[in-house]
């Protein structure tokens, strides 16, 4: 088996919430993208050698993503006032195409518009959703268990691996 394009790993999270909404959220979808076959399609200014958050996308029971316009964004600067929270946003969620650099400040243009797309759909505040999203990325070490299983060993895909990794 090939891996030929951008490889989005989405891991059912299932929320067991007594939240009540009218949304239709039921769960939310940990997507992961591998920044070396996204590189591939843009040049990327950062090549974090890990997978990346991409969103935690709220869904509905049928994995329709939800989006909800009235949901208004949230106020990044003041919440990059906590240090680590940015460093962390930065580390975990980058914008790999910026040329902007390591400063979570420069950065908020787009997690404001990954809120917009996935964010905005859940029933959370802002501040629960986003460490959320951090805390289950850490959670996952979706590398670390790929290569036990040697899915890096496939043709076509160890050569590309070696050479991003080195």
């Keep these: ?4 394009f951008c490889i ?3 891991l059912f999270v299932y929320c067991i ?3 009540e909404n009218n949304s239709g959220f039921d769960h939310f979808w940990l997507v ?4 070396p076959v996204y590189c591939l399609q843009i040049r990327c ?4 050698t890990d997978f990346v958050l991409h969103g935690l996308w709220p869904v509905n029971s049928t994995g329709h993503s939800l989006k909800n316009s009235t949901n208004g964004t949230p106020n990044f ?8 929270f940015g460093i962390e946003m930065d580390e975990h969620w980058p914008s790999l195409g910026s040329k902007e650099g390591r400063d979570p ?3 908020i243009r787009f997690w404001e518009h990954e809120w917009e797309e996935h964010g905005s759909g859940q029933p959370y505040g802002d501040t629960y959703y986003l460490q959320s999203a ?3 990325r850490k959670s996952v070490n979706l590398l670390r268990i790929l290569r036990i299983k040697e899915y890096f060993q496939m043709e076509g895909v160890t050569g590309k691996l070696g050479t991003w990794m080195q």
Excluded: A, G, T
């Excluded at 088996?1 to 030929?4: A, V």
């Excluded at 600067?77 to 680590?84: C, E, G, I, P, V």
């Design 45 to 48: 200014e950062r090549k974090p």
């Design 8 to 10: 989005f790993i989405v």
């Design 1 to 4: 088996m090939k891996i030929n």
């Design 77 to 84: 600067y003041s919440m990059l006032r906590n240090h680590s």
């Design 134 to 136: 951090i805390r289950l």
């Design 105 to 107: 400040y420069k950065h």
């Design 17 to 19: 919430s007594s939240v």
């Design 32 to 35: 992961l993208s591998w920044p």
